[in-house]
């Protein structure tokens, strides 16, 4: 079995801030991860994918995040937040499932403010 | 290439009416998803395919709903009859392969309202 946890609901940061969305997974075989942000009204887009090479992936827009498998953590860092950054972020996880699939799990989300 | 698409962006339609999104997944992908997004229970799996064929349909609410994949390059999410409280943004998404490093491509989504 597989989970993730986002551990924040929303994230709240000034414009220039740095900005940390925080997440934890759960799996019975190394995963991969990753990270999708999906503005208002769109789809949601790939960010970031950790497939067991680096454990530190850098993503678009500046974004990255360090995979430590010790903590099971994945979480999202960015070192100045920008007001276009602001958008709901899903931690996901991709691991072997039973029957042979790997169908992915989402986080809830956080939802990411940016204040000016 | 123009991605994961999906038809229509937005329908408004009466209770009991069906409905029918439809979705072209990537072309050459394997596995083609449909999920359900609401506020109140997030983004949820409702069925998925690989090379065509359902493989996991357990997200799918009631028999009201069904799915189908006729060939490897369209899909429809069939509601009949609707409800109101199926009103949510639906999404199509598709990956390759099998590989764990395939992450899924999503459409824009279909913006479902029933009154």
């Known amino acids: 079995a597989q989970s993730v946890t986002q551990l924040d609901s929303h994230v709240s940061v000034s414009e220039g801030t740095p900005v940390l969305l925080r997440c934890n997974y759960s799996s019975s075989y190394s995963p991969s991860l990753f990270w999708y942000v999906q503005h208002p009204n769109k789809g949601l887009q790939l960010l970031l994918k950790y497939t067991s090479a680096a454990t530190l992936v850098k993503g678009i827009n500046g974004f990255e995040a360090e995979f430590k498998k010790s903590e099971t953590s994945f979480h999202l860092t960015k070192p100045s937040a920008h007001m276009s950054d602001a958008a709901e972020y899903f931690c996901v996880v991709r691991g072997y499932a039973s029957g042979g699939s790997y169908i992915p799990t989402f986080g809830r989300g956080t939802s990411l403010i940016v204040h000016p | 290439d123009a991605g994961v698409i999906q038809s229509p962006r937005h329908e408004v339609t009466e209770m009991g009416q069906e409905v029918t999104l439809r979705c072209k997944p990537i072309?050459?992908?394997?596995?083609l998803f449909w999920y359900r997004q609401t506020m109140m229970r997030g983004l949820e799996l409702l069925i998925y395919?690989?090379?065509?064929?359902?493989?996991?349909d357990s997200g799918m609410p009631e028999d009201r709903f069904s799915a189908k994949m006729p060939n490897a390059s369209f899909s429809t999410l069939k509601i009949q009859p609707s409800e109101p409280r199926d009103s949510a943004v639906y999404f199509c998404?598709?990956?390759?392969?099998?590989?764990?490093?395939?992450?899924?491509?999503f459409g824009n989504g279909t913006r479902l309202t029933v009154t």
């Open positions: 395919f690989n090379n065509n064929v359902p493989i996991d």
């Open positions: 998404a598709s990956s390759l392969q099998i590989e764990l490093g395939s992450p899924l491509h």
């Open positions: 072309s050459g992908h394997d596995y």
